[in-house]
């Protein structure tokens, strides 16, 4: 008669639950977005990863050869998630070009307002770490950005048909580049403020503007415009020797 109990285990801690290969990665991945969006790459340790998903030092070297090579990954799975989001919005051919725009508007608005306006664009925060990061780096994020303005300008020139002329094909690549460093900005002012003023300032100028130029009507963006307080003058210190 064979013995059908199990083997008995021997002192020590219990084995740890195996990961595939792909799992063990995706949650590396999934973690080091989430720290990059919020501390950005130099202030981001492999140990945070590592205790953000309890995975070994061991298991990420093997997935990764380094902190340089994840973060090529971890910008390219961003760039990537966040492809597909513009082309959610801008590809909805039932509406009108500037509408499609003005929803990917909102639906980064609650993205970040889902996670109290903590996390910011990963290319933007990079952006800001240029001077330090590799090389590599920057060509890398000067394709994405590229990439995305020109999302934008292909969905902008809808407003003037199959044959739009290259002085319409100018000024949509202009406002899709003043869109985007725009955006970007009003993204950090989002994440210093912790709320989503600068951001719905940002669009009711834009999208006022870019009628204006288009020649279209204005999406209406939703809203009033935040109010803003000056700030009171800076006092001039006076050189007594200047007379």
Known sequence: MSDTSPPRRGRGRPPKT???PEGTRGMLVRAGVELLTEKGFSSTRVDDVLNATGISKGSFYACFDSKQAFGRILIESYASHFNARIDRCLGDGTLPPLR???NFVHDARDGMQRHAFRRGCLIGNLGHEVDILPESFNVLLCAILNGWERRVTDCLLEVYGTTPDHGQKQLCAQLARYFWIGWEGAVLRARVEHGPAALDLFATFFF????TLLGVASPDPGGTIPPVSP?????VKTDPAAG
């Open 18 to 20: 195996a990961r595939a």
């Open 100 to 102: 499609r725009l003005l």
């Open 208 to 211: 006022a503007q870019a009628a």
């Open 231 to 235: 700030e009171p003058p800076a006092r």
